[in-house]
């Protein structure tokens, strides 16, 4: 049996269905996502959606739950440690704990985890009041700004971002502060913080909220030090926000940002995720039209983009039987 295999039975399980069967066992299975007002949270809920409602039509008893955590990092570690079977990364992340590098150093590489699939791409927003002088990343210096709660990947990324710029949060900040997705919006719009960084899908909750609620705006960035991480870092792609997406936005907004992964321990069951990947692959169109999110994403780089661990037996099987991998 799979370490992560529950079973739960109803009473009387010794009862024969009308076929003469027995009950077939149920499965559950919990996906790690990131703060509610973010893109993972949906796209855990849209992933269970699918895979709840094939049981049917797949011949599985699978039961698929969303939890809402501290994000990519944090997942990452889950994984590692056994607390949770399917989690979602930016990819960057998921090649930092399979290498055991940057956050992961301590943890050492994860050998045990698995890659099963890739969607939107998280692009690195900076978003802050339109009177607030910031056009850019340096515009932050000074401010009051809202990096992630602790532990996320947010908060890993812009501290990866300040080094590479050589400056340091408490020196170049005003004051940084740790509020979640969901929170962030509401303080940028009642003035508390000037700015807030997410790494999130195009046209995530939290910043719809902001720009639809105050004078909020999410400004480029795309500079000197960004192109030299694209170049070091073949993970890392550019990503153009299209004139339009949020309220008063007028013209594309230029930035970077990086494949959102779908990622699970190697003992999760082999069936749960070959059925996990079927359910959004088999009608793959239906999937990506739950969300905008999804609208830029291929079904070919949707098996392969971001992966740098090495593919979980289900979803690899699932793959080279629709001929997605040769």
């Known amino acids: ?96 704990s399979w290498n055991g590098s940057d956050r992961f150093a301590e943890d050492g590489k994860n050998e045990d985890l698995r890659f099963l699939f890739s969607l939107h791409a998280d692009a690195a927003h900076i978003v802050t009041r339109a009177d607030s002088g910031i056009e850019d990343f340096r515009g932050l210096e000074g401010k009051v700004v809202n990096t992630g709660n602790a532990g996320s990947g947010t908060e890993a990324q812009v501290y990866e971002m300040l080094a590479r710029y050589g400056v340091e949060a408490d020196t170049f900040f005003k004051q940084e502060t740790k509020l979640t997705s969901k929170e962030q919006a509401q303080a940028l719009c009642d003035g508390k913080i000037d700015a807030f960084f997410y790494p999130t899908a195009v046209g995530a909750a939290s910043i719809l909220e902001a720009t639809n609620t105050c004078d909020a705006k999410v400004v480029s960035w795309n500079d000197e030090v960004v192109a030299a991480k694209m170049e070091e870092q073949p993970f890392v792609i550019p990503v153009v926000i299209p004139a339009g997406t949020y309220k008063g936005q007028e013209e594309e907004v230029v930035s970077w940002g990086t494949p959102a992964t779908i990622n699970a321990h190697k003992d999760t069951p082999e069936d749960v995720v070959y059925n996990m990947v079927k359910a959004v692959f088999d009608d793959f169109e239906a999937f990506k039209a739950q969300s905008p999110m999804y609208n830029a994403v291929q079904i070919e780089t949707a098996a392969t983009a971001g992966r740098t661990a090495p593919y979980h037996p289900g979803a690899e099987r699932y793959f080279r039987e629709v001929g997605l991998l040769k």
């Open 1 to 96: 049996m799979g370490k992560f295999t529950k079973f739960t039975f109803a009473a009387g399980l010794s009862a024969v269905m009308a076929t003469g069967a027995v009950a077939q066992d149920r499965q559950y299975v919990n996906i790690g996502t990131a703060g509610i007002g973010g893109g993972y949270y949906p796209t855990g809920g849209f992933i269970c959606n699918v895979l709840n409602k094939s049981r049917k039509d797949n011949g599985h008893n699978i039961r698929c739950t969303v939890e809402s955590t501290g994000g990519s990092v944090a997942n990452m570690r889950s994984i590692q440690v056994g607390d949770l079977e399917v989690g979602i990364a930016m990819s960057a992340w998921q090649y930092h």
